[in-house]
Protein backbone atom coordinates (compact mmCIF):
# COMPACT_ATOMS: atom_id res chain seq x y z
CA UNK A 1 0.00 0.00 0.00
CA UNK A 2 1.35 3.12 -1.08
CA UNK A 3 -0.42 5.61 0.88
CA UNK A 4 -1.86 7.09 -1.85
CA UNK A 5 -5.72 6.89 -2.08
CA UNK A 6 -7.86 7.01 -4.88
CA UNK A 7 -11.71 7.16 -5.86
CA UNK A 8 -13.44 5.50 -7.58
CA UNK A 9 -11.73 2.49 -8.07
CA UNK A 10 -13.85 1.84 -11.16
CA UNK A 11 -15.94 4.10 -13.13
CA UNK A 12 -18.05 3.45 -16.12
CA UNK A 13 -20.72 6.12 -17.91
CA UNK A 14 -21.62 6.88 -21.34
CA UNK A 15 -19.86 9.68 -23.79
CA UNK A 16 -20.93 13.61 -23.36
CA UNK A 17 -20.82 13.09 -20.21
CA UNK A 18 -18.56 14.70 -16.85
CA UNK A 19 -16.64 12.72 -14.24
CA UNK A 20 -14.53 13.53 -11.11
CA UNK A 21 -11.91 11.34 -10.15
CA UNK A 22 -10.51 11.88 -6.23
CA UNK A 23 -6.99 11.37 -4.96
CA UNK A 24 -5.68 11.87 -1.65
CA UNK A 25 -1.82 11.91 -1.63
CA UNK A 26 0.21 9.99 1.44
CA UNK A 27 0.19 12.37 4.38
CA UNK A 28 2.98 14.82 4.29
CA UNK A 29 3.37 15.08 0.64
CA UNK A 30 2.89 18.15 -0.98
CA UNK A 31 3.26 17.23 -4.57
CA UNK A 32 0.63 15.48 -6.40
CA UNK A 33 0.48 14.36 -9.95
CA UNK A 34 -1.97 12.65 -12.95
CA UNK A 35 -1.19 10.01 -15.56
CA UNK A 36 -3.43 8.31 -17.96
CA UNK A 37 -2.37 5.05 -19.03
CA UNK A 38 -4.38 3.97 -21.89
CA UNK A 39 -3.20 0.85 -24.83
CA UNK A 40 -2.30 3.14 -27.16
CA UNK A 41 -0.59 6.14 -25.24
CA UNK A 42 1.10 4.02 -22.75
CA UNK A 43 1.58 6.51 -19.57
CA UNK A 44 0.82 9.90 -20.43
CA UNK A 45 2.02 13.03 -17.70
CA UNK A 46 -1.16 15.13 -17.46
CA UNK A 47 -0.46 17.31 -14.79
CA UNK A 48 1.09 18.37 -12.02
CA UNK A 49 0.00 20.48 -8.22
CA UNK A 50 2.26 21.57 -5.89
CA UNK A 51 0.81 23.01 -2.33
CA UNK A 52 -2.57 24.00 -4.61
CA UNK A 53 -0.77 25.45 -7.15
CA UNK A 54 -0.59 24.26 -10.68
CA UNK A 55 3.49 23.46 -11.80
CA UNK A 56 3.33 21.77 -15.01
CA UNK A 57 1.16 20.46 -17.61
CA UNK A 58 1.72 17.62 -19.88
CA UNK A 59 -0.15 16.43 -23.07
CA UNK A 60 -3.48 17.43 -21.31
CA UNK A 61 -7.15 18.06 -22.67
CA UNK A 62 -8.84 21.32 -22.64
CA UNK A 63 -11.82 18.80 -22.01
CA UNK A 64 -9.77 18.27 -18.58
CA UNK A 65 -8.73 20.39 -15.48
CA UNK A 66 -7.66 19.89 -12.10
CA UNK A 67 -7.28 21.28 -9.05
CA UNK A 68 -5.29 20.30 -5.48
CA UNK A 69 -7.69 21.99 -2.51
CA UNK A 70 -6.35 23.38 0.65
CA UNK A 71 -6.03 19.71 2.46
CA UNK A 72 -3.93 18.69 -0.55
CA UNK A 73 -6.43 16.51 -2.11
CA UNK A 74 -6.97 16.73 -5.57
CA UNK A 75 -9.40 16.50 -8.31
CA UNK A 76 -9.48 15.27 -12.09
CA UNK A 77 -12.51 16.59 -13.86
CA UNK A 78 -13.37 15.06 -17.64
CA UNK A 79 -16.14 16.87 -19.20
CA UNK A 80 -17.78 16.02 -22.76
CA UNK A 81 -16.08 12.12 -22.30
CA UNK A 82 -15.32 10.48 -25.98
CA UNK A 83 -14.42 6.69 -25.89
CA UNK A 84 -10.57 7.36 -26.51
CA UNK A 85 -10.77 8.73 -22.95
CA UNK A 86 -11.51 5.46 -22.07
CA UNK A 87 -8.01 4.45 -18.95
CA UNK A 88 -6.66 4.12 -15.74
CA UNK A 89 -5.71 7.25 -14.33
CA UNK A 90 -3.34 7.73 -11.84
CA UNK A 91 -2.69 10.16 -9.01
CA UNK A 92 0.75 9.82 -7.70
CA UNK A 93 1.97 12.04 -4.70
CA UNK A 94 5.70 13.00 -3.77
CA UNK A 95 7.63 15.41 -1.54
CA UNK A 96 10.72 17.53 -2.31
CA UNK A 97 13.41 17.11 0.06
CA UNK A 98 15.69 20.14 0.24
CA UNK A 99 18.40 19.45 -2.29
CA UNK A 100 17.40 16.11 -3.20
CA UNK A 101 15.36 14.16 -5.56
CA UNK A 102 11.36 13.16 -5.11
CA UNK A 103 9.81 9.38 -5.62
CA UNK A 104 6.42 9.64 -7.02
CA UNK A 105 4.74 6.94 -5.04
CA UNK A 106 1.60 6.39 -7.12
CA UNK A 107 -2.33 5.34 -6.34
CA UNK A 108 -4.31 2.46 -7.11
CA UNK A 109 -5.72 3.98 -10.30
CA UNK A 110 -9.50 4.76 -11.41
CA UNK A 111 -10.24 2.77 -14.30
CA UNK A 112 -12.80 4.98 -16.67
CA UNK A 113 -14.98 3.50 -19.26
CA UNK A 114 -16.64 5.76 -21.51
CA UNK A 115 -19.52 3.63 -23.30
CA UNK B 1 12.17 10.24 -30.59
CA UNK B 2 11.94 8.18 -27.77
CA UNK B 3 13.13 9.35 -24.46
CA UNK B 4 12.80 5.79 -22.95
CA UNK B 5 13.26 3.02 -24.78
CA UNK B 6 12.16 -0.38 -23.81
CA UNK B 7 13.04 -3.02 -26.31
CA UNK B 8 11.84 -6.34 -24.58
CA UNK B 9 7.95 -6.29 -24.91
CA UNK B 10 8.57 -9.84 -22.76
CA UNK B 11 10.92 -11.86 -20.60
CA UNK B 12 10.73 -15.12 -19.03
CA UNK B 13 12.78 -16.14 -16.58
CA UNK B 14 12.97 -19.74 -14.53
CA UNK B 15 11.75 -19.17 -10.92
CA UNK B 16 15.30 -18.60 -8.46
CA UNK B 17 17.01 -17.12 -11.78
CA UNK B 18 18.37 -14.20 -12.35
CA UNK B 19 16.88 -11.86 -15.00
CA UNK B 20 17.95 -8.24 -16.72
CA UNK B 21 15.36 -6.03 -18.04
CA UNK B 22 16.72 -3.52 -20.56
CA UNK B 23 16.18 0.40 -20.07
CA UNK B 24 17.93 2.81 -22.70
CA UNK B 25 17.06 7.01 -22.09
CA UNK B 26 17.80 9.94 -24.15
CA UNK B 27 18.59 12.83 -22.74
CA UNK B 28 20.77 15.99 -22.78
CA UNK B 29 20.15 17.29 -19.35
CA UNK B 30 23.30 16.32 -17.08
CA UNK B 31 20.82 16.07 -14.23
CA UNK B 32 17.96 13.42 -14.62
CA UNK B 33 16.71 10.45 -12.63
CA UNK B 34 15.75 7.09 -13.43
CA UNK B 35 13.31 4.85 -12.07
CA UNK B 36 11.56 1.61 -12.40
CA UNK B 37 8.20 0.40 -11.69
CA UNK B 38 6.58 -2.58 -11.59
CA UNK B 39 2.38 -3.13 -12.64
CA UNK B 40 0.70 -6.47 -11.73
CA UNK B 41 -2.21 -7.54 -13.17
CA UNK B 42 -4.20 -5.81 -10.49
CA UNK B 43 -3.34 -2.61 -11.90
CA UNK B 44 -1.16 -0.62 -9.25
CA UNK B 45 1.94 0.93 -10.36
CA UNK B 46 4.83 0.12 -7.31
CA UNK B 47 8.24 1.86 -7.09
CA UNK B 48 11.05 -0.39 -6.84
CA UNK B 49 14.19 1.43 -7.39
CA UNK B 50 15.86 5.07 -8.59
CA UNK B 51 19.41 6.01 -9.98
CA UNK B 52 20.33 9.72 -9.81
CA UNK B 53 22.40 10.92 -12.71
CA UNK B 54 25.64 11.77 -10.55
CA UNK B 55 25.20 8.68 -8.25
CA UNK B 56 28.78 6.73 -8.25
CA UNK B 57 27.53 3.91 -7.25
CA UNK B 58 24.78 1.86 -8.93
CA UNK B 59 21.81 1.42 -6.49
CA UNK B 60 20.16 -1.46 -5.24
CA UNK B 61 17.09 -2.39 -2.82
CA UNK B 62 16.56 -6.00 -1.84
CA UNK B 63 16.43 -8.33 -5.05
CA UNK B 64 16.66 -5.24 -7.25
CA UNK B 65 19.78 -3.36 -8.50
CA UNK B 66 20.44 -0.83 -11.30
CA UNK B 67 23.16 -1.54 -13.77
CA UNK B 68 23.65 2.19 -14.78
CA UNK B 69 25.39 2.55 -17.85
CA UNK B 70 25.87 6.37 -18.02
CA UNK B 71 28.03 6.46 -21.39
CA UNK B 72 25.76 4.45 -22.82
CA UNK B 73 22.86 5.96 -21.44
CA UNK B 74 21.24 2.70 -20.08
CA UNK B 75 19.93 1.79 -16.40
CA UNK B 76 19.10 -2.13 -17.17
CA UNK B 77 17.02 -3.26 -13.67
CA UNK B 78 18.51 -6.62 -12.57
CA UNK B 79 16.21 -8.92 -10.80
CA UNK B 80 17.88 -11.72 -8.50
CA UNK B 81 16.37 -14.99 -7.56
CA UNK B 82 13.24 -14.34 -9.43
CA UNK B 83 9.95 -15.51 -7.39
CA UNK B 84 6.76 -15.90 -9.38
CA UNK B 85 5.32 -13.17 -7.73
CA UNK B 86 7.66 -10.93 -9.49
CA UNK B 87 5.62 -11.68 -12.82
CA UNK B 88 4.05 -8.21 -13.91
CA UNK B 89 4.86 -5.52 -16.08
CA UNK B 90 8.28 -3.38 -15.36
CA UNK B 91 8.20 0.24 -16.80
CA UNK B 92 11.34 2.40 -17.06
CA UNK B 93 10.94 5.91 -16.18
CA UNK B 94 13.24 9.35 -16.19
CA UNK B 95 12.86 12.47 -14.71
CA UNK B 96 14.94 15.66 -16.37
CA UNK B 97 16.13 18.93 -14.55
CA UNK B 98 17.19 20.18 -11.78
CA UNK B 99 14.55 22.91 -9.98
CA UNK B 100 15.32 25.63 -7.80
CA UNK B 101 17.27 25.12 -4.67
CA UNK B 102 19.15 21.80 -6.37
CA UNK B 103 15.92 19.96 -5.96
CA UNK B 104 14.71 17.46 -8.37
CA UNK B 105 11.06 16.83 -8.98
CA UNK B 106 8.41 17.05 -12.30
CA UNK B 107 7.02 14.79 -14.52
CA UNK B 108 7.95 11.42 -15.27
CA UNK B 109 8.68 9.74 -18.91
CA UNK B 110 7.55 6.17 -19.00
CA UNK B 111 8.87 3.66 -21.46
CA UNK B 112 6.47 0.81 -23.38
CA UNK B 113 7.31 -1.86 -20.53
CA UNK B 114 8.49 -4.80 -20.58
CA UNK B 115 6.39 -7.97 -18.90
CA UNK B 116 7.87 -10.43 -17.12
CA UNK B 117 7.00 -13.90 -17.15
CA UNK B 118 8.25 -16.13 -14.25
CA UNK B 119 7.67 -19.87 -14.45
CA UNK B 120 8.19 -22.30 -11.64
Known amino acids: DSGVTQTPKHLITATGQRVTLRCSPR?????VYWYQQSLDQGLQFLIH???????AKGNILERFSAQQFPDLHSELNLSSLELGDSALYFCASSVVPQGGSDTQYFGPGTRLTVL | AQKITQTQPGMFVQEKEAVTLDCTYDTSDPSYGLFWYKQPSSGEMIFLIY??????QNATEGRYSLNFQKARKSANLVISASQLGDSAMYFCAMREGLNAGGTSYGKLTFGQGTILTVHP
Open chain 1, 27 to 31: SGDLS
Open chain 1, 49 to 55: YYNGEER
Open chain 2, 51 to 56: QGSYDQ
